[in-house]
């Protein structure tokens, strides 16, 4: 809860501005932007239209720099600290570790993963591309890469649950090479789906700006048809398909949970809502904002004034700050709320020699009353 207000204190910060200067900024900092300049900030967003004849400044009014660079550095040490901890307690569970827990062992590792580029677009917003080439290609293939590979997972997670709980199906030991298989061919759909906006990315100094950029570099037709593809396979491929399989699965247990004969039934309950809640929640506003994004830009929605434009362009970075928060909360949902992950954590760190024997017994708790020890004890963490 402290979390969340903290998000929201730093977004009503980020988007506070003075009325007084905004207008005297749309009255006065009008000029026409080069299309083959400017294709995207922070991956695909900041893009000039096309299709209009406006005269708008490059330089959104009221976007706070300073606050993207703040947003973007409290999100990597949240998302640090906790997949970390996943990563490290995981480590250690060894025989205990069920099918789940190796999807949330790799689904931390790709949050690590997109954590890794959270500094670099904190500079990034503040001082533009410093990098170079090569770390823009790079940088951006292991957040398009992170992004897939993390969506898919919790698509496997939410399958793993329904076979677990609804079908009552235990996958024995032997049967976790299976699990490693699967999240192998997830990383390399990944990674192929990352390829395309790795090899376009390109570092290239703006004079309009007076700093580089990290964007994709298409010139001509091609532009509006590869925008138009990436577009597209993100929304359905990066949100749509798997929150229709999350929704599809995680439905059936709770229905399942609701005939089932047991006191936890209800926890098990509000965690799935809090699970399929968080993911619509963090990647639902961002997903709509880029879909009404391209309908402007391909002439389908009207645009009307520049103030339209800089309204549109802001919302486009509050809800991307709302989908990277999701990297950090990922490891509060899926491990932190489990009694299993808590009395490993607490076993962990007791062998370690970090806390005694007795404060180890003082906070532990019983297992066995999570979602997925609800209808089978081999599920995961939570």
Not at 14 to 20: D, G
Not at 47 to 58: F, R
Not at 122 to 151: D, M, P, R, T
Request: aromatic share 12%.
């Amino acid at each position: 809860m402290k979390l969340h207000i903290l998000f929201i204190s730093i977004l009503n910060y980020l988007v506070s501005t003075n009325q007084e200067e905004e207008r005297q900024l749309l009255a006065t900092e009008g000029f026409s932007l080069d299309e083959d300049y400017l294709k995207s900030i922070y991956n695909y967003t900041f893009q000039a239209y096309e299709n209009e004849a406006l005269a708008c400044s490059v330089n959104v009014p009221g976007l706070n720099k300073w606050g993207i660079m703040i947003t973007f550095i409290v999100v990597f040490f949240l998302s640090v600290v906790g997949n970390s901890v996943v990563v490290y307690v995981l480590c250690f569970m060894n025989k205990e570790r069920a099918s789940t827990d190796i999807y949330l062992m790799h689904l931390a590792l790709a949050d690590l993963l997109f954590s890794v580029t959270l500094p670099f677009l904190a500079v990034n917003a503040h001082s533009g591309w410093i990098f170079g080439n090569f770390l823009c290609k790079l940088l951006s293939g292991f957040q398009e890469a992170s992004v897939y590979s993390g969506v898919f997972l919790l698509m496997c997670i939410s399958v793993d649950r329904h076979f677990a709980i609804v079908r009552v199906k235990r996958f024995p030991q032997s049967k976790h090479i299976f699990v490693k298989v699967v999240c192998g061919l997830v990383w390399l759909v990944a990674g192929m789906l990352s390829l395309p906006v790795a090899i376009q990315k390109e570092s290239m100094h703006v004079e309009e700006l007076n700093q580089s950029i990290c964007y994709e570099n298409l010139i001509g037709e091609s532009n509006d048809h590869w925008r138009v593809i990436m577009r597209v396979m993100r929304h359905t491929l990066g949100f749509f398909l798997p929150l229709l399989v999350m929704a599809f699965c995680y439905g059936w247990i709770v229905v399942t949970l609701l005939h089932a004969r047991n006191p936890q039934k209800h926890k098990a309950i509000h965690i799935i809502l809090a699970v399929v809640l968080a993911f619509v929640i963090c990647w639902l506003p961002y997903n709509v904002t880029v879909l009404i994004d391209t309908l402007i830009r391909g002439g389908t929605i009207p645009l009307e004034s520049c103030e339209t434009r800089y309204k549109v362009e802001m919302m486009l970075k509050v809800t991307e700050l709302l989908a990277f928060l999701h990297c950090a909360v990922n490891p509060v949902l899926y491990a932190f709320v489990g009694e299993k992950f808590r009395n490993q954590f607490l076993s962990t760190l007791h062998k370690h020699g970090i806390i005694s024997k007795r404060l180890q017994r003082a906070y532990r708790k019983g297992t066995g009353s999570s979602v997925g020890s609800t209808r089978s004890r081999n599920t995961s963490v939570m």
